[in-house]
């Protein structure tokens, strides 16, 4: 897995609406990009409308949020539609994005790993754990300026 420091892969994925969207695009502003098991469970829905309930605080900061899972671009808008999902869902189908962040769990599905990144794409840190509230109020914890060089372990 990828570690605090370290320079976060590119990828190119295809979303929810269809459209491509490369991480390398967003470079110049910070972003979360969160890892989740599985689009219409309950932690992942719930972390999904966590991220979305403060969507507009992320973008006064200029921090871009997008959301990441092995499901299918099928699976991903129906999520989104039925969460009013304001951010990008990236469908990772054949894993390939989860396998180059090093989050693929044993049950061949993403862990719940939430990555920040900085402006240039470095990491400056990571939350792991099955629970999803930790990985939106650590997050936001990063938008008021805490600490951002330790991962913080949640679980």
Do not use: W
């Amino acid at each position: 897995m990828l570690a605090v420091g370290q320079q976060a892969p590119d990828f190119t994925g295809t979303t929810a609406d269809g459209s491509a969207l490369q991480l390398s695009r967003f470079r110049g502003q910070p972003v979360v990009l969160y890892f989740y098991p599985k689009a219409n469970t309950a932690g992942c829905t719930l972390e999904a409308r966590g991220f979305t309930e403060h969507y507009a605080e992320f973008q006064r900061a200029g921090v871009a949020v997008i959301g990441v899972s092995v499901d299918t671009v099928e699976s991903q808008q129906k999520f989104t539609e039925k969460c009013a999902i304001p951010f990008p869902l990236v469908a990772d189908h054949d894993k390939a994005i989860a396998k180059q962040y090093g989050v693929i769990g044993l049950l061949g599905v993403a862990k719940r790993v939430t990555f920040l990144l900085d402006g240039t794409g470095t990491v400056t840190r990571v939350i792991e754990g099955m629970l999803p509230g930790p990985h939106v109020s650590g997050a936001l914890d990063s938008l008021a300026g805490s600490p951002k060089t330790d991962p913080a372990r949640a679980s």
